[in-house]
């Protein structure tokens, strides 16, 4: 499984991004996708996630502002970004998992004035 993560980008307080995810490869088995993210000095924290029937969860602190979801090809899990703070300031990876959990490469939200 190979993911490509992309959206990332440099944004003032209370904006908006939509990160995209696509995953190639052997993905019968996936059953669930997410987005974690990895602030400087921090560890890798888990963002939201959804199941393949749809479930989602999502961490206290972005619930409400973020909005994950998979495209009509079941392929593509997006992250939709609302209301930025500066302490949404990450790298932000997806995931997939299977047997075991596959990550993309990050992709990078700066959220700054």
């Known amino acids: 499984v190979q993911l490509q993560a992309s959206g990332g980008g440099l944004v003032q307080p209370g904006g908006s991004l939509k990160l995209s995810c696509v995953a190639s490869?052997?993905?019968?088995?996936?059953?669930?996708m997410g987005w974690y993210r990895q602030a400087p000095g921090k560890q890798r924290t888990l963002v939201a996630g959804?199941?393949?029937?749809?479930?989602?969860n999502y961490a206290g602190s972005v619930e409400g502002r973020f909005t994950i979801s998979r495209g009509n090809a079941e392929n593509t899990v997006y992250l939709q970004v609302n209301d930025l703070k500066a302490e949404d300031t990450a790298v932000y990876y997806c995931?997939?998992?299977?047997?075991?959990?596959?990550w993309g490469q990050g992709t990078q939200v700066t959220v700054s004035s």
């Open positions: 490869g052997t993905l019968f088995c996936i059953n669930v």
């Open positions: 995931c997939a998992v299977d047997t075991y959990t596959h």
């Open positions: 959804i199941t393949s029937d749809g479930s989602t």
